[in-house]
């Protein structure tokens, strides 16, 4: 019951995107060819939420949902792992055709075959997780 809360705004996130039709390869495609806005559209909006709610975190106007306050370090000389991390999550985007977020609503719109990206994917995670302490950070 505690997690319930993280179901329903993993539901609406996920029904959310689908009416969105961000997880349409038809939009993607559109997208990686200069077609449409639509895609840029959604992730504008959606850098602009994170923007505007980080600088709400750091400001202490919102909490975490334990009611903590959340802190912030200075990474400001590290940005070359940004560029790392985003051509790996780019890398992967192109080569499944979907943003990993959106493999789970693809699985729970009845397209099965997601069910091996999200498989890699949580391979993939607990392999950094298992190497992450002779990984340069």
């Known amino acids: 019951m505690k997690l319930f809360k993280y179901i329903i705004i ?8 689908w009416k ?5 390869t038809f939009r993607i495609i559109e997208m990686f ?3 449409s806005f639509h895609m840029y ?3 504008i909006t959606g850098v602009i939420a994170g923007l505007i709610i980080t600088q709400l975190f750091k400001k202490g106007k919102i909490k ?4 903590d306050t959340h802190a912030f370090s200075d990474k400001s000389q590290e940005w070359w ?7 790996i999550f780019g890398m992967g985007w192109a080569l499944t055709g979907v943003c990993s977020g959106m493999m789970f609503v693809l ?3 009845g397209y099965t075959v997601f069910v091996i990206f999200i498989g890699a994917a949580l391979l993939g995670t607990f392999a950094y997780g298992y190497f992450r302490k002779s990984l340069p950070h």
């Open 10 to 17: 993993g539901f609406l996130f996920g029904f959310g995107m």
């Open 20 to 24: 969105l039709e961000a997880v349409s």
């Open 33 to 35: 060819h200069f077609q």
């Open 41 to 43: 559209g959604i992730i």
């Open 64 to 67: 975490t949902s334990k009611g």
């Open 81 to 87: 792992r940004y560029i790392i991390g985003g051509t």
């Open 107 to 109: 699985l729970g719109s």
